[in-house]
């Protein structure tokens, strides 16, 4: 038996209500069979889609009422909430669809990360949030203050602070709760960002990498193996170009040599590869799967995807 941290891509979950209950009906299938073959399983979620659409439409219903926008770590813990119950249910009528007494809870842990406010990427924008726009769309939102990325060749998008985790504050409770074979769901979005000041704990805007949350996640649970879930089925280098080649297996090596190389959009699939070989590098016997959402059994026989080992 192995314990496994499943970390889902925000991006590959779908935005609106009707996209994502489709998509983790479709993760908790596989999800569920880790289980049935006997590995412990703890899961992390991005929510780069969801938290946007969140605070986009409750600050469209603000502006209408002149009330004061939602802060964007608001937005984050209800993003949690949001997804976390989804996953909750899929992932348990899954179990009773295999005849497995839910005697072990799933449960969605409102999780904080800890970061340093003088962290530089602060003032550095990285992290893309919410929907796709046009070239011509983005303008229009860059003239209002917004920071515009083009994405991966998918259009544009917002991208605001993500700043480096220092800290899980709940990781006392969800290693027992982990310790006692229950499923937990944790630092979904990389966790509400927190500062602490004065001996005071802060929210503070921003949006972490889940990635890196994941890493620091999947350490503290003593996990064998990283699984990191998006919307491409293996890496690739020279990706969206003629030339584009997907990649069975990296050594943490050559992983680097491609990161030198700028093959991996920031903001993007850079901070998976990097959190891969943060992770893998961590431990003798540590390695990282990097697939698609719907592949993660295949992946991890070893038939797809994109292993990260040392």
Request: hydrophobic fraction near 40%; charged fraction near 25%.
């Amino acid at each position: 038996m192995s314990r496994i941290l499943v970390s889902l891509g925000g991006n590959a979950l779908g935005t609106d209500f009707d996209e994502l209950v489709e998509s983790v009906g479709v993760v908790a299938k596989p999800i569920v069979e880790l289980v049935v073959d006997g590995h412990e399983v703890v899961i992390c979620h991005g929510n780069g889609p969801q938290v946007g659409m969140i605070k986009s439409s409750i600050d469209r219903g603000k502006s209408e009422v002149h009330q004061p926008l939602v802060p964007l770590s608001e937005a984050v813990a209800m993003s949690q909430a949001y997804i976390g119950y989804h996953l909750q249910n899929a992932i348990e009528n899954q179990l009773h669809a295999h005849g497995i007494d839910v005697e072990k809870s799933v449960v969605t842990v409102i999780t904080r990360a800890l970061v340093d406010a003088d962290d530089p990427r602060f003032s550095r924008p990285t992290k893309p949030i919410g929907a796709f726009f046009s070239k011509e769309q983005a303008d229009e939102l860059s003239a209002l203050g917004k920071t515009m990325i083009e994405d991966s060749g998918r259009g544009y998008r917002e991208v605001v602070a993500s700043p480096l985790p220092i800290d899980i504050l709940e990781k006392d409770a969800i290693l027992d709760m982990v310790a006692s074979g229950h499923i937990v769901i944790a630092g979904g979005g990389g966790g509400i960002p927190i500062v602490f000041r004065d001996n005071w704990y802060r929210a503070i805007d921003a949006v972490i990498d889940k990635d890196w949350v994941s890493v620091l996640l999947a350490g503290y649970a003593e996990c064998d193996t990283l699984a990191v879930l998006t919307g491409v089925e293996k890496v690739a280098v020279d990706f969206n170009t003629p030339q584009q080649r997907d990649l069975d297996e990296l050594t943490l090596a050559q992983a680097q040599e491609y990161v030198d190389q700028g093959q991996f959009p920031e903001g993007s699939m850079l901070p998976k590869i990097e959190a891969a070989m943060r992770f893998t590098g961590s431990a003798p016997g540590r390695r990282t799967l990097v697939t698609s959402l719907d592949k993660l059994v295949e992946g991890l026989r070893g038939e797809t995807g994109t292993w990260i080992v040392a």
